[in-house]
């Protein structure tokens, strides 16, 4: 099992649908789980942390799944500037950090 | 500095010479990470050093990479000998000691290899 799995997509969604995808990980006693955010040809920026309870950003909202190791982000009412690439981020071994290879996201208008 | 600064932002260099990246991290951010992305390619691990030291090295694709880091803070990445697989963009992120706060990308050196 890879260290971490994201489904590549694409996934292509009408403008103010609700999309979710999940990320998986394989190393149980991972602490630390992010969301990032990649525009074409630009570095990836951090969209929000996720905590074990479930967290929420706006239209954003971040969850963990311990018992069966997978993080997921669910994006309410679209925009077109929502397409990007998103990148599931956890830490693997004390502060190493492996990003998985990301879900491209597209909104159509 | 206020953010993560790499430089050069683009390097194009022959085949079998040597280049040097450098990263600036934040003031105050122990932990230093470089990655690689090649075009349309996930994040490639290659190193992260927390202080100077680098506790994981395994990322490193061949004995021609290298990277060290003084002062717990600028970081170089060496690569030797380049070969045209080595044309990516190389990032660098840092953070704090506590890694709950995510981590901060520079925006990267494209490096080109003819």
């Known amino acids: 099992r890879k260290e971490v799995e994201q489904d590549p997509g694409p996934f292509n969604v009408p403008e103010g649908a609700t999309v979710a995808f999940n990320c998986t990980y394989s190393n149980s006693a991972s602490q630390s789980f992010f969301w990032y955010r990649q525009d074409c040809r630009k570095e990836p920026k951090l969209l929000m942390s996720?905590?074990?309870s479930g967290n929420e950003d706006g239209r954003f909202t971040a969850q963990l799944n311990r018992a069966s190791q997978y993080i997921s982000l669910l994006i309410r009412d679209s925009k077109l500037s929502d397409s990007a690439t998103y990148l599931c981020v956890v830490n693997v071994q004390d502060d190493k950090i492996i990003f998985g290879k990301g879900t491209r996201l597209h909104i159509l208008p | 500095g206020a953010g993560v600064s790499q430089s050069p932002s683009n390097k194009v260099t022959e085949k079998g010479k040597d280049v040097e990246l450098r990263c600036d991290p934040i003031?105050?951010?122990?932990?230093l990470y470089w990655y690689r992305q090649s075009l349309g390619q996930g994040l490639e691990f290659l190193i992260y050093?927390?202080?100077?030291?680098?506790?994981?090295k395994s990322g490193l694709p061949s004995d021609r990479f290298s990277a060290e880091r003084t002062g717990g803070s600028v970081s170089t990445l060496t690569i030797q000998r380049t070969q045209q697989e080595d044309s990516a963009v190389y990032l660098c992120?840092?953070?704090?000691?506590?890694?709950?706060?995510?981590?901060?990308f520079g925006s990267g050196t494209r490096l080109t290899v003819v």
């Open positions: 050093f927390q202080g100077n030291s680098a506790p994981d």
């Open positions: 992120a840092s953070s704090l000691p506590v890694s709950n706060y995510g981590y901060t």
């Open positions: 003031s105050g951010h122990t932990a």
């Open positions: 996720v905590y074990s």
